[in-house]
């Protein structure tokens, strides 16, 4: 189903992004029916997928908090589908802020946290990704969804989220949480204007010197239609795969794309020549 077991386990990931919301930027709605998340969920993995991330919350600029148990609604009906068709291997990720959905989705057959806050937002966050002994994504996010894009302020961008991202990773080890479980992501388009976007990525080796595996998840970003000349996000493919193989290049593990296919070509390729070099 996979193509992960013809690369490196050391190699670059590719993360496929199944939003199951009605108001998520690019795709919003698609997936509303568990059957119909199912099938493009496993298109995704016979495009080369290694790890499958579900949200039944949207983080997109402007976006409203959703309740655990709407949340719970959305996704726990997925993931218990998904783990009936695909080996207990391929991880599977929950896209949360709140320790209860989390654990639900774990209960449920979840492998992987992204939580957009931190661990900030919940206090038990950190706590549950010790007991379980899972994955945890820490990302950089300046304010709330609501809010965080209406004024973005920094005096030093890069050192401000690598300051962030290092004190997080010492919480969570803190909280039992062992180093290799530990991802760390810049947080692009969180908080942050398209300078800011740009100077992270061209800082990235920064992020990955703090000592902890990175994701990086500009799939489709505002800042890049600007770019691109307001381009429409669902054809923003081509511009994410550059970022991507900038990634690589960087040192970047883990890459959050809707597009698998490009991103998956984009990133094996740039591992070689990262390799060869």
């Not at 992270?200 to 799939?219: K, M, P, Y």
């Amino acid at each position: 189903m996979s193509q992960a077991s013809q690369r490196t386990s050391d190699g670059p990931q590719i993360m496929a992004i199944l939003n199951l919301t009605p108001d998520s930027f690019s795709d919003g709605g698609q997936y509303r029916d568990p059957e119909q998340a199912v099938r493009h969920a496993l298109t995704m993995l016979a495009e080369g997928a290694d790890i499958l991330d579900l949200g039944g919350e949207s983080t997109r600029p402007g976006s409203k908090s959703v309740t655990p148990q709407e949340q719970e609604r959305r996704v726990l009906p997925v993931i218990r589908r998904l783990r009936e068709q695909i080996p207990e291997s391929v991880p599977m990720s929950i896209d949360t802020t709140s320790a209860r959905v989390a654990r639900a989705a774990l209960d449920a057959g979840a492998t992987w946290i992204n939580d957009t806050s931190a661990g900030l937002d919940d206090p038990q966050m950190l706590a549950l990704a010790a007991e379980r002994g899972v994955p945890i994504v820490l990302m950089h996010r300046q304010g709330i969804p609501e809010t965080m894009q209406q004024a973005p302020s920094y005096k030093d961008v890069v050192a401000e989220v690598c300051h962030h991202l290092a004190a997080r990773a010492q919480a969570a080890l803190a909280a039992g949480v062992e180093a290799d479980r530990i991802l760390l992501d810049p947080g692009i388009g969180f908080g942050k204007l398209a300078a800011h976007n740009l100077a992270l990525l061209a800082a990235l080796d920064r992020i990955v010197a703090l000592g902890f595996q990175v994701l990086l998840g500009t799939s489709r970003k505002g800042f890049m239609r600007a770019i691109c000349g307001g381009v429409e996000p669902t054809q923003l493919m081509p511009a994410t795969c550059a970022t991507t193989t900038l990634g690589v290049m960087s040192g970047v593990r883990v890459f959050r794309v809707h597009d698998v296919a490009g991103n998956r070509q984009a990133a094996d390729i740039a591992w070689a020549v990262r390799n060869a070099g």
